[in-house]
T-cell receptor, first 116, second 109 residues
Framework: EAGVVQSPRYKIIEKKQPVAFWCNPISGHNTLYWYRQNLGQGPELLIRYENEEAVDDSQLPKDRFSAERLKGVDSTLKIQPAELGDSAVYLC??????????????FGPGTRLTVL | AQRVTQPEKLLSVFKGAPVELKCNYSYSGSPELFWYVQYSRQRLQLLLRHISRESIKGFTADLNKGETSFHLKKPFAQEEDSAMYYCALSRTGFQKLVFGTGTRLLVSP
């Protein structure tokens, strides 16, 4: 099994440019998470989806960040426009949620974003 | 608010020595605690969770609610244990993980 797939693995852009990240979760996983990991820090949750519904986006900077999970499978996270402080690793994770309890979260390899 | 503290950025030991990676948390409710590990050039993966009470790769961790700690221990470190270790917390239901800043374990021969 491929596990959680993310692309691209690396992205370098200039500030004020838009950027998008894509994630395909493990087959059958109904819950998808986007985390941001700044250098020297642990991952921080940006948004969580249950199927196609965003159930926790309290940490998502909505002025420039947006996300979607159409059809409840793969997901896209977008930043427009990017700022220098957005340089980080963006991690996608997925899990299976049933009866209000989520199984183990499985992480993708991440996308390392550098904003110049 | 939920918070996880890992006081050591780097822990360096020799092969065969005991290892203890510290994790303290603050949370007013009943937490679920996890240890995640990231080996070089690999993705973040679950090492163990307190409810399963398992020993994975020789590592154990006991939840101490009185001291609000969940320290990770191994009696004899191996070189292949060298990695980045993250302690994480969630409310019951495992839905949102709050991570610590991580501790890099370096095991020298």
């Amino acid at each position: 099994e491929a596990g959680v797939v993310q692309s691209p693995r690396y992205k370098i852009i200039e500030k004020k440019q838009p950027v998008a990240f894509w994630c395909n979760p493990i087959s059958g996983h109904n819950t998808l998470y986007w985390y941001r990991q700044n250098l020297g820090q642990g991952p921080e949750l940006l948004i969580r989806y249950e199927n196609e519904e965003a159930v926790d986006d309290s940490q998502l900077p909505k002025d420039r960040f947006s996300a979607e999970r159409l059809k409840g499978v793969d997901s896209t996270l977008k930043i427009q426009p990017a700022e220098l402080g957005d340089s980080a690793v963006y991690l996608c994770a997925s899990s299976f949620l049933a009866g209000g309890f989520s199984d183990t979260q499985y992480f993708g390899p991440g996308t390392r974003l550098t904003v110049l | 608010a939920q918070r996880v503290t890992q006081p050591e950025k780097l822990l360096s030991v020799f092969k065969g020595a005991p290892v203890e990676l510290k994790c303290n948390y603050s949370y007013s409710g009943s937490p679920e605690l996890f240890w995640y590990v990231q080996y070089s050039r690999q993705r973040l993966q679950l090492l163990l969770r307190h409810i399963s009470r398992e020993s994975i790769k020789g590592f154990t961790a006991d939840l101490n609610k009185g001291e609000t700690s969940f320290h990770l221990k191994k009696p004899f470190a191996q070189e292949e244990d060298s990695a980045m270790y993250y302690c994480a917390l969630s409310r019951t239901g495992f839905q949102k993980l709050v991570f610590g800043t991580g501790t890099r374990l370096l095991v020298s021969p």
